[in-house]
């Protein structure tokens, strides 16, 4: 049990610091060059890690370098949505090796998924990955899933009625779990350097949805519903939701709310935002919805918040407005130092959908 314990600290090490040497090992896992030596033989058998290079020395011989060995198992992240297909290959450093993205409409029917089918040959073709190194396919979607990740039990927005994860596991020849996009998006965004508190990651995309992070792993409630923060109620009735009530915060903050003044395309409003006043009046009005709402989830939870999503992704030259308003809003005079902006800003839904097999992989070493 010891020698298991050893191999895995030091392919941790590792995964988490490429090109170390056995000194850098011995030096910062207190471990003897004995055990270092063994664990590294048995990492190479097994092709976890290999030699990646040579770390000159200023006095005598070169000490070897070793990473862990990207390529030897990958995973697919897809991110669906009611008009497009996102689709990532990551590789077993949880790193971006290709991504597409498609314009499709979202239909609960044999030929849509015969293109996912097709999407996934594309990019495992195009990277020479085989199928049989791909661990499994996150899929993650604007609804609510189940505990176990296979079955989509609330879906209004695709309009689904019943999804399971062996329907599409037929056609796409992979295993597959499917997650909610707000839940794999803040777990994406988090997985790398954990908060020690609970952490609110709100993220503003296509539709608007939460995750409540508690120690880094996905509080989902006693109904599968924490975080749906698209849904509480910002204006007294506003505008008709798809939920079937008015005023919800995901009519206001969705990112279409601000990219159907340019065709669909966000880039486009963002970049044009500085120099249009229309657009200013537009995305003046967009802020103070999503103050009400950020001061809304602070009152509740007290904890930081990340922005992400779509347009958390652009909010960069915008976040000191956005705190200026949230300290005025504030009832107790907190400072709003808890907003964050993501550090995933390339699709992290399906990177976030992509990451748990890699991470139960390294897991299981």
Partial sequence: MRKNSNKKEVFNYIYSNPGTTKQALQMNLNLSLPTINSCISQLMDDNLIIHSG?????????????????????????????????????????????YIRVKKKFSNTESYFIQLRELIKTILEK???ELNNVLECGIGLPALTNITNDKVVYGEILGIKSLEVKEIENYLGLPCKLYNDANAAGFGETWNYPPTNTTFYLMLSNNVGGCVLSHGEPYYGNTLKSGEVGHLRLHSDGKQCYCGQRGCVDQYLASKQLSRFTDGNLEVFFDELPENQEFRTIFDAYVIDLVETLNAIRMVLDCDIILGGYVGSHLEPYLHTIQEKLDRRNSFGDKSDYIFLCNQRKESIAVGAALPSILSFIEEI
Wanted: proline share 0%.
């Fill in 127 to 129: 990277n020479k990955v």
């Fill in 54 to 98: 040579m770390e000159k020395n200023t006095g005598g011989r070169n000490s070897k370098e070793y990473s862990i060995n990207q390529q030897l198992r990958y995973s697919i992240g897809i991110d669906i949505t009611k008009n497009h297909i996102s689709l990532v290959l990551i590789n077993l450093s949880s790193e971006i090796v290709d």
